[in-house]
Antibody, heavy 124, light 103 residues
């Protein structure tokens, strides 16, 4: 059974940092990309970042580029996102999601499994 | 990037057909995906590749795309289908979400 478990969220002051983790199990971790998607309180979903199975390729939303860094340790089946210089607008539940590319030539993909999320609150 | 536009809310009675639209200029060239998010839960994919239903998703969920509009249709909507629904494009853009009320 596929399982994703996020951790590392919490209350942090503006300008602070956190490292969020996503521990995976139940599938060949190295073979799949993993994404982070966040949801601000009462708001919709926002894609944040993605990392390829090998870790060689990463992409970021413009809203977090230069402040967030995604990485993975395939020996630990874990993806991380280092979030720096946090702002109030980064307050959200952060979900990690296994990302299934079913057509690599077109880039078509979807998020087939999600964790339950870890909350991040940026406030003084 | 571009936007995907959804109606904020849709309301139907149990047994009726619910249709949720998603419009975007890039949709004629991009497949649409639909996620269901029930209150307090993580999202779940209900439609991928415009029309495909993952295993475990009831047959009453279907999708279509024509021109700049993708549509999620829930035939014979049930009370348990009440949720927020989000469309998504492979350009990593979510729609703003639609709250479906079934009562």
């Amino acid at each position: 059974e596929v399982h994703l478990l996020e951790s590392g969220g919490g209350l942090v002051q503006p300008g602070g940092s956190l490292r969020l983790s996503c521990a995976a199990s139940g599938f060949p971790f190295f073979a799949y990309a993993v994404s982070w998607v966040r949801q601000a309180p009462g708001k919709g979903l926002e894609w944040v970042s993605i990392i390829s199975g090998s870790g060689d390729t990463t992409h970021y939303a413009d809203s977090v580029k230069g402040r967030f860094t995604i990485s993975r340790d395939n020996s630990k089946d874990t993806v991380y996102v280092q979030v720096n210089n946090l702002r109030a607008e980064d307050t959200a539940v952060y979900y990690c999601a296994k990302t299934f590319y079913y057509d690599s030539s077109s880039g078509d993909h979807y998020f087939d499994y999600w964790g339950q999320g870890t909350p991040v609150t940026v406030s003084s | 990037s571009y936007e995907l536009t959804q109606p904020p809310s849709v309301s139907v009675s149990p047994g009726q057909t619910a249709r949720i639209t998603c419009s975007g200029d890039a949709l004629p060239k991009k497949n649409a995906y639909w996620y269901q998010q029930k209150s307090g839960q993580a999202p779940v994919v209900v439609i991928y590749d415009d029309t495909e239903r993952p295993s475990g998703i009831p047959e009453r969920f279907s999708g279509s795309r024509s021109g700049t509009v993708a549509t999620l249709t829930i035939t014979w909507a049930q009370v348990e289908d009440e949720a927020d629904y989000y469309c998504y494009s492979r350009d990593r853009v979510f729609g703003g979400g639609t709250k479906l009320t079934v009562l």
